[in-house]
């Protein structure tokens, strides 16, 4: 069975900038999960989807938003990006929506904002 | 909001030798604590989860126990070999997929 995939693997963009970044889960898993991590800050939520809604959301600025589509695949978007937006951000899958769940993660994209 | 500190941030032993990785969690109502293991490259990777119905679980060379009373829970690694060398995360979460993560024990194991 495929892991999770992120596309693409690397970005290079400048200040001002809007990024959009892509996940596909593990087929099968309906939910999927943003996470940002950057050295000074570890590993921090952003937000998570099931069923292409937003159920749950971390403490990040508007600039940060997401969608599920309906093949549970899953695409966030930072517009207007800022040199603290550099970071690895990691999207994890689970199988299904209740209570906790197993999360695999995908070897994340790295966003270098210039 | 939920808070999770890990310790210590780095460490580094003996090849053979135990390796143990403590974290605590401030949210009493977290009740689902997995392990993560993070190679250089690459996303993170589930080792061992443990729910807060059960105070010990093993797998093979890896354990994890929680202390519910105290908000603690460890990592236990036996017989370290070197490609256990690694960054691990502990985590927390309450009923859903939002995990809170700890901030990484850099472990190395000497051969």
């Known amino acids: 069975k495929a892991g999770v995939t992120q596309t693409p693997r690397y970005l290079i963009k400048t200040r001002g900038q809007q990024v959009t970044l892509s996940c596909s889960p593990i087929s099968g898993h309906r939910s999927v999960s943003w996470y940002q991590q950057t050295p000074g800050q570890g590993l921090q939520f952003l937000f998570e989807y099931f069923s292409e809604t937003q159920r749950n959301k971390g403490n990040f600025p508007g600039r940060f938003s997401g969608r599920q589509f309906s093949n549970s695949r899953s695409e966030m978007n930072v517009s207007t990006l800022e040199l603290g937006d550099s970071a690895l951000y990691l999207c994890?899958?689970?199988?299904?929506?209740?209570?906790?769940?197993?999360?695999?993660f995908g070897p994340g994209t790295r966003l270098t904002v210039l | 909001g939920e808070n999770v500190e890990q310790h210590p941030s780095t460490l580094s032993v003996q090849e053979g030798d135990s390796a143990v990785i403590k974290c605590t969690y401030s949210?009493?109502?977290?009740?689902?604590f997995p392990w993560y293991k993070q190679e250089l490259g690459k996303g993170p990777q589930l080792i061992i989860d443990i729910r807060s119905n059960v105070g010990e679980k093993k797998d093979q060379r890896i354990a994890v126990t929680l202390n519910k009373t105290a908000k603690h829970f460890s990592l236990h690694i036996t017989e370290t070999q070197p490609e256990d060398s690694a960054v691990y995360f502990c985590a927390a979460s309450i009923d859903t997929d939002k995990l809170i993560f700890g901030t990484g024990t850099r472990l190395q194991v000497f051969p």
């Open positions: 994890a899958s689970s199988l299904a929506g209740t209570s906790y769940n197993e999360q695999f």
């Open positions: 949210d009493s109502a977290s009740n689902y």
